[in-house]
């Protein structure tokens, strides 16, 4: 491939100015000590793929609420903030830029998780027929209680400081994690959400959350070093939505006008087809949102140029590709063979299935 190759034309996410669109998606991957502080080889692992035109940083918990899955990092303490230091400057002197993707689970946790064993929260007292990632295994998701008005204000400042934090870590910006059925999908999809407040009924008031956690994070970052990612079509953790259209295209609104980074969509959950009805329900919103837009799910280097070509996506995120390949962008740059996954490392352990991935041999 020549420089003519889409993938590797220079984007602007607003002030994130990114050199490739082969982007690394988050990918949470159960490695950093119990009191979410990362482990020194995260920093080896994100500076092995600096290369991406942007790294989105593993989920990463807001608060010790926000928790559901074991050994997951945090970045609302100082222990949290150094921790991270090495690790964003290990991607900047690769070159690379990251941001922190900021994490509430909400209903997705389990009580053993959680301080003094409480119960995980949401928009509503519903339990999600889900299961997470516990030291006993994968558990069932517990009983969650639904947030007061006290309890919503202490998120949002939960979030506030989560932001200074990842700035404090030195982080080139956050992406919001308002996708895959956690805390703010929890209030956004009516399946969830049955609230009577004003955080739930109409759309207007589902979208609130998300609205007043992007006021805040604004606050602290500028808006155009702020994503949002959402995902649509719903499909993970138990989540359902009456009007899909309707409550996605109010949360697409609502991100134009604010001068954001970028938009951020899970188009395909990995190991679920998405129908054609999907497929024109996406290209419908995709219409709604005028800014930066990055695709993600099942993309390959084909598809990915494909998409980009057509002005259907900006950039495309890769998953499982960048878990497997530390050098993604530039094998599909030359369009070398690929590394496989092993699913078996992805969640928990050492250095193996995490650092160890080869990347090309310089000599060919
Ligand atoms: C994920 N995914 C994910 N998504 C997210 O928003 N935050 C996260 O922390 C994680 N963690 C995570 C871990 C692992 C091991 C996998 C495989 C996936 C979803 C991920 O970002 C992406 O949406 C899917 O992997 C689909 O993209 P690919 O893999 O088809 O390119």
Redesign the pocket.
Known sequence: MTEQDVLFRPLAAGALHLPNRVLM????RNRSHPDGTPREMAATYYRQRASAGLIVS??TQISAMGKGYKDTPGIYTDSHVEGWKPIVEAVHAGGGRIVC?LWHVGRISHVSLLPDGRQPVSSSPIRAKAQTFTANGFEDVSEPVALDLDGIAKTLDDYATAAKCARAAGFDGIEV?S??GYLLDQFLQDGVNHREDEYGGSIENRTRLLREVLDRVCDVFPADRVGV?LSPLGQANDMSDSDPEATFGAAYRLLNGRGLAYLHV?EQF?GQDTEEDDKALLRRLRGLFDGVYIG????DAATARQAIAAGEVDAVA????F?ANPDLPERYRIGAQLNTPDQDT??GGGSEGYTDYPALDPAH
């Open positions: 998606a988050p990918l949470t593993e989920a993707q994690h996708a895959n990612r899970i990995f993600n799910g099942s993309y890769f998953g499982r590709p878990i992805f969640y």
